[in-house]
Every structure is written in C-alpha cells, then in structure tokens.
C-alpha cells in the first residue's frame, strides 16, 4: 500500500503480514513412476500424463 514507510508501526506491518507464508506445494506419487509431483501436472521423472507418454524426458 502506498503510505509512507515512517507511518505503518512496525506491530501494524508486522500483523498485517503475520499471516504471509510461503505455501508448501501439493504433492502426489506418479501412478507411472511413483516419484512424487505435482498433481494435474505431467511428471517431470518420467514425462507422463494420464497414462500416455507426453514428453520425452530423455531429449531435455
Ligand atoms: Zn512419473
């Protein structure tokens, strides 16, 4: 917010940012591989989706 530096208290900044987390991402085991990734996203071990060969992983 655009208020200058001096007049946010550091206990209102501090509050206001209290709850500012870095998320820990979702992870789900590969049906294919078993190595752990992120759900609705092809898997970076092996390079599948859904069953099917998507990306060649050995190319990358
Ligand atoms: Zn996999």
Redesign the pocket.
């Known amino acids: 917010m655009a208020v200058p530096k001096k007049k946010v208290s550091k206990q209102r900044k501090r509050k206001r940012n209290g709850d500012k987390k870095a998320a820990v991402p979702t992870l789900v085991a590969?049906?294919?591989?078993?190595?752990p990734?992120i759900p609705h996203r092809v898997?970076?071990?092996?390079?599948?989706y859904r069953g099917e060969q998507v990306i060649d992983v050995e190319a990358l």
């Not at 898997?43 to 599948?48: A, D, E, L, M």
């Open positions: 590969c049906p294919n591989c078993g190595d990734k898997c970076p071990t092996c390079g599948t």
